[in-house]
């Protein structure tokens, strides 16, 4: 997402990115749950996959899970 250029040193921001989106990606498989009133109400759609805390934009419904240092950097927005 992000548009910033790097100024220097960017040999190895392309694959800084990967490995972080990389990590995002199985972090999220391993954390994210799907919301259960999506599964409930919208069975055929794809479920919203909520990280701790994280809210379903379609219900409000709220993960009752707490944050943890393993999640936390998930929420924060992609900033190199
Ligand atoms: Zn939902």
Redesign the pocket.
Known sequence: MSRRKPKDDDYDYGDLCRDLREARKTARKAHGL??????R??PKAH??I?LPQQR??????RDPRPRTEDTEYLHKKEQL
């Open positions: 799907p919301c259960p009133e999506c599964l109400l919208l479920p919203t909520l379903c934009k379609i219900h409000g419904y």
